[in-house]
């Protein structure tokens, strides 16, 4: 199976600024992580992803990094704007499997 | 317009009751997937289907089943409702499984058991 851990719960920042949440994971056959996004209400939604063969991928302003021997992965969101405001889900594939192994998720509040 | 229908969007039910989720996609893909979403255990996996056949499964009660009568679709059938079954149900879908996609998730369907 699969664990993963994602910090930190809650995250507050002022608009403009970068917010970074992390997450690690336990089973070294994981090779795929993919990132969500979900607002009140509504079902997640895919934000970025990135498979084990890169340790870095930028789009539209969110940055993912990888860093594999430390089980280690991270969204980072440059220049926050309010409707960055959200739950935030990183989530991990293990090798050979098809399901998706979610962490608790991170409430991003970006304030004025 | 959404490509994975989950009907109903809330549901209220009894304790012992059964009820069925519906989930239909429109997406073409190959593999679908149930996920539940409560307070108490944010996302979690429950099943996946592939060309309408059980990949995986891990939900521990046989009181949740789901039903593939079609290849795009999977129904979740759960019987003996209880009160912590109340979450939000959410399909999913992606093009195959085994290969390292993230799957679409529905609108998902709320179910509050009293």
């Known amino acids: 199976g699969e664990q993963v851990e994602q910090l930190p719960s809650i995250l507050r920042v002022q608009e403009g600024s970068s917010a970074s949440i992390n997450c690690t994971y336990e089973?070294?056959?994981?090779?795929?992580f993919p990132w969500y996004k979900q607002e009140p209400g509504e079902n997640p939604k895919l934000i970025i992803d990135?498979?084990?063969?890169?340790e870095r991928k930028q789009t539209q302003g969110l940055i993912v990094l990888l860093d594999k021997k430390a089980k280690r992965f991270s969204l980072h969101i440059t220049d926050t704007q309010p409707g960055d405001s959200a739950m935030y889900f990183c989530a991990a594939i293990t090798g050979g499997a098809d399901r998706l192994t979610f962490g608790k998720g991170t409430q991003l509040i970006i304030q004025p | 317009d959404p490509k994975i229908i989950q009907k109903p969007k809330y549901l209220v039910a009894v304790t012992g009751s059964e009820k069925i989720l519906i989930c239909e996609q429109y997406l073409g893909h190959n593999a679908m997937y149930w996920y539940r979403q409560s307070a108490k255990k944010p996302l979690e996996f429950m099943f996946s289907?592939?060309?309408?056949?059980?990949?995986d499964n891990q939900t521990a009660s046989s009181r949740f089943q789901p039903q593939s009568s079609k290849k795009n679709h999977l129904d979740l059938q759960i019987t003996a409702l209880k009160p912590d079954d109340s979450a939000t149900y959410f399909c999913?879908?992606?093009?195959?499984?085994?290969?390292?996609?993230?799957?679409?998730f529905g609108e998902g369907t709320r179910l509050s058991v009293l």
């Open positions: 990135i498979r084990s063969n890169m």
């Open positions: 089973n070294s056959a994981s090779n795929y």
């Open positions: 289907y592939s060309y309408q056949k059980l990949m």
């Open positions: 999913a879908s992606s093009r195959d499984s085994y290969n390292n996609q993230a799957p679409l």
